[in-house]
């Protein structure tokens, strides 16, 4: 990260890109410091390069985290349908200089990165009844 983004360089980005809420960016922001956490095993180091995948599994975790079986729905007020939007908010922000990306950074690393319902929605669907179940 370079800089602590500003209600200026947001306004920016969303009047250029209206497609994100400002949530979106504020959670992007918060799932990859916590991403950085966890694979620096929750100390605190200086911010790394995180790959486009460690970055979706974060996301996914986080997401999951903050906001259970509310997740997909949460992300689909602000903008977010598929993990491409990820690509299109960090690209935003290192447009205006808030993160940084490396050369080999692109939106191919998220694209197809998983299915929304599976991600979101399984972890919380019920056992299937398997008839084995006492009843009362």
């Given at each position: 990260m370079k800089k602590e983004p500003v209600?200026?360089?947001l306004k920016q980005i969303?009047?250029?890109?209206?497609r994100y809420a400002p949530e979106a960016y504020q959670f992007l922001r918060e799932a990859l410091e916590f991403t950085n956490k966890k694979l620096e095993n929750g100390k605190r180091k200086p911010a790394r390069h995180v790959s486009g995948e460690q970055l979706l599994e974060g996301i996914r975790r986080f997401a999951l985290q903050e906001y259970g079986p509310m997740a997909k729905t949460v992300f689909n007020t602000w903008g977010i349908f598929r993990?491409?939007?990820?690509?299109?908010i960090i690209s935003n922000l290192v447009g205006k200089g808030i993160l940084g990306c490396a050369p080999?950074?692109?939106i191919h690393d998220f694209e197809g990165?998983?299915?929304?319902?599976?991600?979101f929605r399984q972890p919380f669907k019920p056992?299937?009844?398997s008839g084995k179940e006492r009843s009362t």
């Open positions: 209600f200026d360089d969303i009047q250029a890109d209206p993990c491409e939007d990820f690509w299109y080999e950074d692109s990165g998983y299915d929304f319902d599976i991600a056992a299937p009844f």
